[in-house]
């Protein structure tokens, strides 16, 4: 068993020769990427083998003199049995062949993922502002919900409505992208490299640095007005188009009124929920509006034709001979004038008058004498 023919090398390979041939056959022998294949499962026993033997000098020294044979047991046993594909290795410096292969699938899939950056900027240069924040997926900003108070009246009519609101604007210092550009200077963690490297047992692990995004120098500084959080705070006057006969509690939304977005993404909305002051007079029932009026005792008894209020403006009413307190009276199309449209309700209520002088209290004992059936008759019948 040649260990050179195994990896497939030259004699005179370079430990960096070894282990990229190493790297390149254990990406496809390793037995958690082949499970259940017993031949890769010895295939990659003897790359394990043939990797510590020739990694090491020592050892490669007295395998190019003696041969195989001179490698003790300990060195033909190994198998790299702390390598694995989870992140469940036990202590924080246990390597797993996670590292190995993680990184390079997480690059493909962020390299499949990011979009194009903000601005125009290049979407390789995200991690490349000194922790400013980059070019990332576009965020939606969040809404906004806010409540206004309004008289029957307005609610009724409808018009514009002024109101005070604290939302995240794009920040202008930057325009929203978070960092600013600087002179370019080299990255002090990976000292210009854009790659960090960490060495676990005979493995040399890479990735790309996280504080220039692999690029070596940096070319952003965070912003800082806004802290690298691309948005600031804003107080703002809003005037708002309130639609005419909004009920209480309904809901009015404002488009892009709401908290800027990130990366590009959209602003939220503004909603704004209608509180309807009660009115003195006038009460609300979906699309009807109820009014209560009193009458003299004249005229529920003989008719009469009366003025009572609507909401948009005095209604003439045809009180009928006979009318009894508690009387209902609807008005078509006198009520809310939005949708389908509502009716007044009018219900009357008499009223007697103040009895105070003595030709009042006698026209009142004859109107008795000649009217002497009892109100209460229908009654006592039923009892």
Sequence with gaps: ??????????????????????????????????????????????????????????????????????????????GFEGFDFSAGASGPDAPTFGDLFGEMWRARASSTARPTAVGGGNAGTVGNAGGAAGAGAAERGADLHQA????????????????????????????????????????????GTGALKSVRGHMVFSKPCAHCGGAGRHTHARCPACGGQQTVMRVESLTVKIPAGLADGARV????????????????????????????????????????????????ALGARIDVPAPDGPARLRVPPGTQTGQRFRLRGRGIRSGRGGDLVVEVRIVLPRVLDERSKELLREFARINADSVRTPVNKAV
Excluded at 3 to 29: M, N, P, Q, S
Excluded at 34 to 55: C, M, W
Excluded at 173 to 186: D, F
Excluded at 279 to 291: A, K, M, N, S, W
Aim: charged share 25%; net charge positive.
């Design 1 to 78: 068993m040649d260990f050179y023919v195994i990896l497939g090398i030259e004699r005179d390979a370079t430990l960096v020769d070894v282990k990229r041939a190493y790297k390149r056959l254990a990406r496809r022998y390793h037995p958690d990427i082949n499970p259940g294949d017993r031949l890769a499962a010895v295939q990659f026993k003897q790359i394990a083998e043939a990797y510590a033997t020739l990694s090491d000098p020592d050892r490669r020294r007295r395998y190019d003199v003696d041969g195989a044979m001179s490698i003790s047991a300990e060195a033909r046993s190994f």
């Design 148 to 191: 206004i108070q309004l008289s029957f009246v307005q609610a009724l009519a409808g018009g514009p409505a002024s109101l005070t609101v604290a939302r995240q604007v794009p920040c202008a210092t930057c325009r929203g992208l978070g960092r600013l550009h600087i002179a370019e200077t080299r990255c002090s963690a990976c000292h």
């Design 253 to 300: 939304r404002v488009p892009a009124k709401g908290h800027a977005g990130r990366n590009g993404g959209d602003a939220g909305d503004l909603y704004i929920t209608v509180r309807v002051e009660p009115h003195p007079v006038f009460r609300r029932e979906g699309d009807d509006v109820h009014v209560v009026v009193p009458i003299a005792v004249h005229e529920a």
